[in-house]
């Protein structure tokens, strides 16, 4: 058993790792969100109403934890900084974190390379997070996934400076990818790994 805490627990990634933890895993999970009165919560799980930019929240959130996932939207650099930043305080180290494909003009032409963060500004805070991160000290694991989609598990990974697989990837398969990253600390330890359906 692991104690899991899930930045963003309210979106559609964060909820689907919740679900997937709860159904497959006996992790303890604490669920962190803006809006944390939107969640029913089992005996496994602990809500934390918070912020991500205060430091006090985050080092309520973090304390105690094994590892940390965090799928947010927004400033995400800011936010980075500020959740290596506690980690690091808190002596946690293993760190998920969803950002995108694209953020190291990895998809090729045939899948979209407009999808690339060199046609597509959207990408500049994930390649901002996705950098903070990986100049941080923790046992991190980056993770790019394709447009979401509904379906079952399916998906090939790739490594950073490999060319990105395809253009979707399910929901279901990113939890899967998550579960697994949780269950094993050296599972795409330091890597930043993109996710598509195969």
């Known amino acids: 058993m692991k104690k899991v805490l899930i930045i963003g627990a ?7 790792v919740r679900q997937t933890l709860l159904n497959d895993t006996d992790n303890q999970l604490t669920l962190f969100a803006r809006s944390a009165s939107r969640l029913n919560t089992s005996d496994r799980e602990t809500v934390l109403a918070g912020d991500v930019t205060k430091d006090s929240d985050l080092d309520k959130a973090i304390a105690g934890q094994d590892a940390v996932f965090v799928a947010l939207s927004g400033n995400l650099g800011q936010f980075a900084k500020k959740i290596v930043a506690a980690m690091d305080r808190n002596n946690v180290s293993r760190l998920l974190f969803i950002t995108s494909m694209g953020i190291y003009d990895e998809i090729p032409a045939s899948v979209g390379a407009s ?4 046609s597509n500004s959207m990408l500049r805070s994930y390649r901002e997070a996705a950098d903070v991160v990986e100049d941080s000290d923790l046992n991190y694991t ?4 394709g447009w979401f989609t509904n379906g079952p598990v399916d998906y090939e990974i790739t490594k950073k400076g490999e060319p990105f697989g395809g253009h979707d990837v399910s929901i279901s398969s990113i939890a899967d990818f998550v579960k697994n990253a949780i269950a094993d600390d050296s599972y795409y330890s330091h890597d930043s790994v993109g996710l598509n359906t195969k």
């Open 115 to 118: 999808g690339n963060l060199s």
């Open 10 to 16: 309210t979106g559609t990634i964060g909820g689907a």
């Open 142 to 145: 980056v993770i790019r996934p």
